[in-house]
Structure formats: C-alpha cells, structure tokens
T-cell receptor
C-alpha cells in the first residue's frame, strides 16, 4: 500500500496562475482532508470531504476549491494564486486517525 | 477556533532524559491524538486517547488526559536523538471526524 500520495512535491507559481494539487489514498477511507502549514504554525484545515460526493469548508477555505473525484482522490485547486498561499499543503485520509501524505511545497511569487 | 495549544513551544534536552509536553483545548472532545512531524515531512500518528480514558501507553510514550482541565500531556521517556521533531496534539471535537491541530512543540534531543 502506498498510503496517501500527493503530486506535485514542489511547485512555483506566479501570482494569478492556477494549479491543482492532487491527492490519492489506497486505504479505502471515507474521509479526506486538505491542510496548509505555514512556518512555525500548526495545520489549518482548508476543506474536508466526509465521504465521496460531499465536501465542506474548513477554517481557511478562501481562494481554494476542491473536488472529491471518487473515493480515492481529493484534489485542491487554486484558481488565482496569491503570495499569501505560499505554504506547505498536506492531504490526509482518516479512519479514526489521520494518515498524511508527504506534502506539496508551493511558492507563489 | 477549536485549536489546541501546546506548551512549551520549544524544548531542548539531553539524550536519555524524559521530555514532557502539554496540550490544552477549549471544548469537549471525542478523542485527542498526538502526532510527530520530522522536518519537511508529513505528520505521523503516535497515539490516540479517548475522552473516557485517563492514561495510555505505547512503547516509550505515555499520554494522559484530564477532561476536567481540558488538557493532555505527552511524556517521552529515555529520549533519543531520533525523537527530535515537532509534536502536535489534535482534538476531535465534532461530527464528520473534524480534527483540529495545535501549533506544536519543537523537541530537540541533543546526543
């Protein structure tokens, strides 16, 4: 089992560009999450999906959209990237505890 | 925000010593979890303690939970250099398995 995988590992964008962060899990979990982590801070929840076909906003959803494509995949889209979205993004899937992907480091210039 | 807060923010100890870090939270929870994050990596789950449990052990880890004080502590005994990492508490307080993370304790174990 690969667990939770994320692509890309690193990305540089210019302000205003768009991109989609991909996440997939092979553990048959219902719930999936997107977090961002800024230096010296804990994780802040962007969006979560309790089950296939449902998504809900977390603590910091502005500037992001998500798609729960199927049970395995949960993508995060930045429609118009801003420097404030420079961060490390983590995807997680849950069955009682959270299993995290390795993260995507995003730099917005 | 339901975020927990860890204390201290940073801790530096000698190898072999014990490390204790604390977590406080704001409202009733279903369970509390501790995670470790090595630099530049994703978080790894360490231990989960339910709201009706007071203490739990896993190897060199000991977690306590005091729901009356809304606090938890993580004790790492006989620390090793490999324990150097950031440690986060996470509280599960609501439906849909919503989990919120604290800001973390950065532990440095000096060989």
């Amino acid at each position: 089992n690969a667990g939770v995988t994320q692509t890309p590992k690193f990305q540089v964008l210019k302000t205003g560009q768009s991109m989609t962060l991909q996440c997939a899990q092979d553990m048959n979990h219902n719930s999936m999450y997107w977090y961002r982590q800024d230096p010296g801070m804990g994780l802040r929840l962007i969006y979560y999906s309790a089950s296939e076909g449902t998504t809900d906003k977390g603590e910091v959803p502005n500037g992001y959209n998500v798609s729960r494509l199927n049970k395995r995949e949960f993508s995060l889209r930045l429609e118009s990237a801003a420097p404030s979205q420079t961060s490390v993004y983590f995807c997680a899937s849950t069955w009682e505890t959270q299993y995290f992907g390795p993260g995507t480091r995003l730099l917005v210039l | 925000s339901q975020q927990g807060e860890e204390d201290p923010q940073a801790l530096s100890i000698q190898e072999g010593e014990n490390a204790t870090m604390n977590c406080s939270y704001k409202t009733s929870i279903n369970n509390l979890q501790w995670y470790r994050q090595n630099s530049g990596r994703g978080l790894v789950h360490l231990i989960l303690i339910r709201s009706n449990e007071r203490e739990k052990h896993s190897g060199r880890l000991r977690v306590t939970l005091d729901t009356s004080k809304k606090s938890s502590s993580l004790l790492i005994t006989a620390s090793r250099a490999a324990d150097t990492a950031s440690y986060f508490c996470a509280t599960d307080y609501g439906g849909y398995q919503k989990v919120t993370f604290g800001t973390g304790t950065k532990l440095q174990v000096i060989p």
